[in-house]
Each structure stands twice: as C-alpha cells, then as structure tokens.
C-alpha cells in the first residue's frame, strides 16, 4: 500500500543551526502539503506545492518538491526555540487518497 | 470564527462502551475528515466526507462509523471500544480537495 515516510524521525539541534526533513513516498503525489505541529496541539497548514521541482519560501523555511513528484524537502535555516514542534508531509496519491508522512520531530536547544 | 471545534477534549471509556465525538465547523467546509494520532505515528485517516450526507472509508476505518446529516458537523462513532482505540483524536475540514486542511483542538480517548 501507499507509504509516506519522513526522514529523519527525531532532530535534535542548537538553536541557530540548520535543519531538514525528508519526504518520500512510495507511488507519485498529486500535491504536498506540510504541516506543524506543536506539543500538545493539533496540525497547522504551512504550504501547498503541486508543481514538479517547485520551490517556495516562507522567511527561513524553504520547501521542495521532487521532479519525480515522489520526495520534498523542508529546510529550516537558523532555527529558534520556537521552530519546536512535529512536521508533516501529506499529500494526494493518483488514486486521490490522502495520506500523511510519519513526521520528523525537531527540537531546538537554546 | 471558531474554526474547527471538537467534543469532548477528554474521554475515558471501558471495553465495550460506546460513544460518540463530534466536530463542527463554522467555515462552510465541503470537506471534513477525522483522524487518529498514536504515538510517535503521523496522522491516520478513518473516515471523510466530501459533502452533507457523504461519508467514505479512509485508511483504517475498522470499529468506527460516521455520519454528515448537516454540513457543518461531523460525527464519529464507536459502538464497542476497544483498547487498541486509545489514541487522540482529530478532525479537520477543508474546503475542497487539494486545499488545506483546518485542524480541531483534538479528543484524547483512553479505552481500559
């Protein structure tokens, strides 16, 4: 079945270093989507991509979608304490069920 | 706007016993769905509906049962709970497919 796996699971980083996460999945995505969540609360939206090899930016965070529309990327330059929380990757497969990635947890030492 | 909101936030039940969790949106959502969050697991989905009156089977929809009889609430049901549905619950609406999804605060569900 179709499998959405994120790399790594756990980052644990000093604050003003970099951190990545990585998406793959098994079949081709339609869309994805990345998600945070905090301790103790519940997902929140942060971007959609849907082109092949599209990038985009928001402040310090920069977000990838494979070519192959199979794998994405978050990238967080600099981060804060208040970067702390779980991403997720979701997206649609091409029999336009959803799913969400296993999510990596970052969390940021002052 | 409330958003997305869930109860009960708490719920402990017993083998066997039933109960439902409700959602409601106020954002005239087309799309809403509900999730359950282990441990360590992302999020997995149990049931969506794509409309009032809609309802389609997610990823693991086994023990549970739903119904859309107004647009803006969505009920999830579990006629004989079991301990492997301990987990926290969440729903989520969105305004079609392939838009973001509005996240409920949650319903943290223990099953002895």
């Known amino acids: 079945g179709q499998q959405v796996m994120q790399i790594p699971q756990y980052q644990h980083v000093q604050e003003g270093e970099d951190f990545t996460t990585y998406c793959n999945s098994s079949?081709?995505?339609?869309?994805i989507q990345w998600y945070k969540q905090r301790p103790g609360g519940h997902p929140v939206f942060l971007i959609q991509?849907?082109?092949?090899?599209e990038v985009k930016k928001q402040k310090r965070l920069t977000f990838q979608f494979g070519e192959a529309k199979k794998n994405s990327s978050l990238h967080i330059t600099a981060t804060q304490t208040t970067d702390v929380g779980t991403y997720f990757c979701a997206g649609y497969d091409n029999f336009n069920k959803f799913y969400f990635g296993s999510g990596t947890k970052l969390n940021v030492k002052p | 706007n409330a958003g997305v909101t869930q109860t009960p936030k708490f719920r402990v039940l017993k083998t066997g016993q039933s109960m439902t969790l409700l959602c409601a949106q106020d954002?005239?959502?087309?799309?809403m769905y509900w999730y359950r969050q282990d441990p360590g697991m992302g999020l997995r989905l149990i049931h969506y509906s794509v409309g009032e009156g809609t309802t389609a089977k997610g990823e693991v929809p086994d023990g549970y049962n739903v119904s859309r009889l107004k647009k803006q609430n969505f009920l999830l049901g579990l006629e004989s709970a079991a301990p492997s549905q301990t987990s926290v619950y969440f729903c989520?609406?969105?305004?079609?497919?392939?838009?973001?999804?509005?996240f409920g605060p949650g319903t943290r569900l223990t099953v002895t």
């Open positions: 954002m005239n959502h087309e799309y």
């Open positions: 989520a609406s969105s305004y079609d497919s392939y838009y973001e999804q509005y």
């Open positions: 079949t081709t995505l339609s869309n």
């Open positions: 991509l849907v082109k092949s090899g």
